[in-house]
Nanobody, 129 residues
């Protein structure tokens, strides 16, 4: 079972940037796609971005495309989410997760929570207006 620990959240003004990190341990990180999700108060957890196990393909939900960038360093067992031009509506707890399938061939913009089976504890991102 892979353990995930997110970090890098915080309070930032609208238009600012944050970089989230997710460190993995206890599994073969490089065999699995990784995803970032977020959950705002009173809302369901929603897909933000995913990156293929090789790092060669990424996908984003429409609302963050062009502002957020997902990347991974398989040598460090870490996945990142660079968030630029942040908006108040980006405020949420951000979670990273491990794909339930090894070597998934295609990642899409419609990935859901059931596509992933290991989750971190989350990191709070608050964007003030």
């Amino acid at each position: 079972q892979v353990q995930l620990v997110e970090s890098g959240g915080g309070l930032v003004q609208a238009g600012g940037s944050l970089r989230l990190s997710c460190a993995a341990s206890g599994g073969t990180f490089s065999n699995y796609a990784m995803g970032w999700f977020r959950q705002a108060p009173g809302k369901e957890r929603e897909f933000v971005a995913a990156i293929k196990w090789s790092g060669g393909s990424t996908s984003y939900t429409f609302s963050v495309k062009g502002r957020f960038t997902i990347s991974r360093d398989n040598a460090k067992n870490t996945v990142y989410l660079q968030m630029n031009s942040l908006k108040p509506e980006d405020t949420a707890v951000y979670y990273c997760a491990v794909d339930r399938l090894r070597y998934r061939a295609v990642i899409t913009t419609t990935m859901v929570t059931s596509d992933f089976d290991s989750w971190g504890q989350g990191t709070q991102v608050t964007v003030s207006s």
